[in-house]
């Protein structure tokens, strides 16, 4: 059965973003004691794009420059730039090195090349570029981690968010039209996060990238969501909706979509069911989380944009009474 394609870059990225402590930490050990984590870290991706404009075209691979400060102060600053790569490229190190010289020669202080390479061709291992010719040489040597090269079982009991994510990522790869399985590996995954003491707010960040990277049809995210939700009830024993709407709202507001798509044509019913169906889901989450909601607080509910509906989905997990969920609203009507 042909299953959505997993969106890997999506997953990365994201995750760089919200844990790039932590993806040094694991991945890049020596980068990670080097740097004064107590000074302000700058996400600089988007001069990438304008020293190489012509690589920005480029599919299933993440960039990203990051201006940090050196724990020793000599030199003081430093950019990371950071390649995650989802398949074989033969132009990879050669890109490697166009983006440390120009970033070299652009901003005159260390460059620190680092690459993950989460494709499936073990023997692809680019980790130099250079060349030495009639006495001149040159050459830069980057670092590299193979996800294939990680033990699964050491990543399982390791409570970092980038080894849950390298072990989706590896989930994703062995589950490709095999939709049970990956069903099967999804629950056991969340089952699994839900046990290593994350945070909430980390517990939703790393759901995201399950999404992202674990993708099911229809039937099956639906059967998943009923699963991890029993999971949920037995970890914490309440209904604490951790879970993702987001793609159970996207199937029920499509066949809203389509049903009301007859009389009000496809755009205009397809938009309309979505947000009703994110907006029902959430509603009933609210009420096994705080309690039936009176009529006022339903009224206002209707209001929101389906923006605001799913950051709400996010939002109610932290609320214990009704009085949380109304001051979110006062909050966003203000």
Same mark, same amino acid.
């Not at 890997?8 to 919200?18: I, M, P, R, V």
């Not at 690589?55 to 400060?69: E, S, T, Y």
């Given at each position: ?109 260390? %460059?620190?090349?680092?690459? %993950? ?27 590299? %981690? ?189």
């Amino acid at each position: 059965m042909d299953l959505p394609p997993s969106d890997f870059d999506g997953a990365w990225k994201y995750a760089l973003e919200q844990f790039f402590a932590p993806f040094l930490e694991l991945f890049f050990p020596k980068a990670y004691a080097a740097i004064d984590w107590t000074q302000p870290v700058t996400f600089r991706e988007t001069e990438l794009q304008q020293i190489a404009p012509e690589d920005q075209a480029g599919q299933q691979r993440v960039d990203k420059l990051v201006r940090v400060r050196r724990r020793d102060g000599t030199p003081a600053w430093v950019l990371v730039h950071v390649e995650i790569q989802s398949q074989h490229d033969a132009s990879f190190a050669e890109r490697m090195f166009r983006y440390h010289a120009r970033l070299f020669d652009r901003d005159r202080i260390p %460059v620190v090349s680092l690459a %993950v390479l989460g494709d499936e061709a073990p023997d692809w291992r680019p980790e130099r570029f250079g060349y030495d010719l009639w006495g001149c040489e040159l050459s830069l040597r980057f670092p590299t %981690v193979k996800l294939l090269d990680l033990d699964l079982a050491a990543l399982a009991a390791t409570p970092n968010p980038f080894a849950v994510l390298t072990l989706l990522h590896r989930d994703a790869q062995e589950t490709r039209g095999q939709p049970d399985e990956r069903l099967r590996r999804k629950v056991a995954r969340y089952r699994a996060l839900l046990n290593q003491g994350y945070t909430a707010r980390d517990v939703r960040t790393l759901l995201r990238l399950m999404e992202h990277v674990l993708r099911l049809d229809p039937e099956h995210a639906r059967q998943a969501f009923d699963q991890m939700r029993h999971i949920e009830m037995e970890v914490y024993g309440m209904e604490t909706f951790v879970t993702s709407f987001e793609e159970i709202g996207l199937a029920e507001g499509l066949a809203k979509g389509r049903a009301e798509g007859l009389a009000k044509g496809w755009a205009e019913g397809w938009a309309e069911g979505l947000a009703k169906g994110q907006r029902e889901i959430v509603v009933r989450q609210l009420t096994h989380k705080i309690g039936v909601l009176p009529a006022a607080l339903l009224e206002r509910l209707s209001a929101l944009s389906t923006e605001q509906v799913l950051a709400l989905g996010e939002a109610l997990l932290d609320f214990g009474s009704l009085a949380d969920l109304t001051a979110w609203l006062a909050a966003r009507e203000a």
